[in-house]
């Protein structure tokens, strides 16, 4: 089945800082959906992004499908930022099933 | 309600007993997915049903796992003579079509002692 991997593992960013969060699959793609999960276990739709760019406040994601990524920015970080962010995507041509990245846990001082 | 609901939201059994999740979808959404997390862990999918087709069940991870979505809508996932290994959230997701965007539920967390 499709792979998806997410970088880095982890990180740690002072307040105000910026980030780029990376994911990268392993085929086609017709679905992809970046997630925050809060410290309390909730997941949080951020973007449905199976292609292009999208920006919502200080967050926007970009994906090329053809080059197999998406990533992930984070501006002026803030505490409330904290989580883990998870990419999916589900395998065009394949099961419909969403698929999900291991995640990047994300923690701001 | 104007998203995904799950119940109970907290869940202690002991080993053996069987136990029941439920998961009301957001009203017109057609697909509905089932999903575990074990604590620290991603997503592990379990099983998928879009509207009148036959479900995926592709993820469940043995015969003592089984769910049902009745009328196109409410859901139940059971576990058969549950083990302290099944000890998980439990979230269920719902998306308004296909291959579309899934909304998550908050989840129902199982203990099994």
């Known amino acids: 089945g499709i792979q998806v991997e997410q970088s880095p593992p982890d990180l740690i960013l002072q307040e105000g800082a910026n980030s780029t969060l990376r994911c990268n699959f392993s085929?086609?793609?017709?679905?992809l959906q970046w997630f925050h999960q809060n410290p309390w276990g909730q997941l949080i739709n951020l973007f449905y992004?199976?292609?292009g760019t999208k920006q919502n406040g200080r967050l926007s994601a970009t994906t090329v499908a053809t080059e197999r990524y998406s990533l992930l920015y984070i501006s002026s970080s803030q505490t409330t930022d904290s989580g883990v962010y998870f990419c999916a995507v589900t395998n065009q041509g394949g099961s419909e099933k969403l698929v999900f990245g291991k995640g990047t846990k994300l923690t701001v001082n | 309600g104007a998203g995904v609901s799950q119940s109970p939201s907290n869940k202690v059994t002991e080993k053996g007993k069987d136990v029941e999740l439920r998961c009301d979808p957001i009203s017109g959404h057609t697909a509905l997915y089932w999903y575990r997390q074990s604590l620290g862990q991603g997503l592990e999918f379990l099983i998928y049903?879009?509207?009148?087709?036959?479900?995926?069940k592709s993820g469940l991870p043995s015969d003592r796992f089984s769910a049902e979505r009745t009328g196109g809508s409410v859901s139940t996932l059971t576990i058969q003579r549950t083990q302290q290994e099944d000890s998980a959230v439990y979230l269920c997701?719902?998306?308004?079509?296909?291959?579309?965007?899934?909304?998550f539920g908050e989840g129902s967390r199982l203990t099994v002692l």
């Open positions: 992004i199976p292609s």
């Open positions: 997701a719902s998306s308004p079509v296909t291959v579309g965007e899934l909304f």
């Open positions: 049903f879009q509207g009148n087709s036959a479900p995926d």
């Open positions: 085929d086609s793609v017709n679905n």
